[in-house]
């Protein structure tokens, strides 16, 4: 790539194409995914959402936003403070995500039920955390839906010591086509700028909601949809349909 490329509209343009790409060619595991989430919805269950780092914002972007799905729940690494009583200090260790048994912590302060899908989201999807709540929750028997890049997982050694990654273990897998290290556009002299794999993951997930809702729709159930707050009537009318799910869905504030 030429610097010429290295700019504004270098990047729309090769992220464009990325998404135009996608759009096209993750059609059949959109409506996998999506089956997975209406089944999950329609069972009166919840769609756990987690991812570390800037994955979180993928999170955000699934549970608990204006026009998502309202049985949506938001995990993280900092609930082990925010519901487990941590002392703050704990979530200041670079490596945390990487200790055995945080997983497992984190699951446990959810209380899932067994009809609950987990929505998991990592570039790599070889991050420790990552493997293991996918395999505690997949041991518990609930469906898994990754979001990942396969290029990048591929390219990198699995780190969890049972050898796998995220997307061997997930039951429907949603490639983000980010490339390995997630940044786009190479550099003259080495090194890459401007990662894509925010871009092309907030699209999968609202593709995969908007199948949902309709799938729910086709078969005659209106989805649990959430109003902005900022909108009249918006706020109250979200207070009646979590009160579905009391005690199931957390929206910590961001």
Request: overall charge negative.
């Amino acid at each position: 790539m030429s610097v010429e490329s290295v700019n504004a509209s270098g990047f729309a343009r090769e992220g464009l194409d990325v998404l135009n790409r996608i759009t096209e060619s993750a059609r059949g595991k959109v409506r996998r995914a999506a089956e997975l989430m209406a089944h999950c919805v329609n069972t009166g269950g919840v769609i756990h959402a987690f991812g570390t780092g800037h994955s979180q914002a993928l999170v955000l972007e699934l549970a608990g936003r204006a026009g998502g799905l309202v049985p949506t729940n938001r995990l993280s690494i900092a609930d082990l403070v925010l519901y487990g009583g941590a002392d703050p200090s704990v979530l200041d260790d670079p490596l945390l995500e990487r200790e055995p048994g945080v997983a497992e912590q984190i699951y446990g302060l959810a209380s899932p039920r067994p009809e609950d899908l987990f929505v998991i989201i990592s570039n790599s999807g070889v991050n420790n955390v990552i493997v293991e709540m996918a395999l505690h929750a997949k041991d518990r028997g609930h469906r898994i839906l990754a979001i990942t890049s396969l290029s990048h997982t591929h390219a990198v050694p699995a780190s969890h010591p049972s050898g796998r990654r995220l997307a061997d273990i997930a039951d429907v897998v949603l490639d983000n086509a980010a490339p390995r290290g997630d940044a786009l556009l190479d550099m003259p002299g080495g090194g890459s700028v401007c990662a894509l794999s925010t871009l092309t993951g907030v699209m999968l997930v609202q593709m995969a909601v908007a199948e949902t809702a309709s799938l729910m729709i086709t078969a005659g159930v209106r989805p649990p949809v959430y109003v902005s707050a900022n909108v009249p009537g918006g706020f109250e009318g979200n207070l009646h349909l979590e009160e579905r799910y009391k005690g199931r869905i957390r929206r910590p504030a961001s």
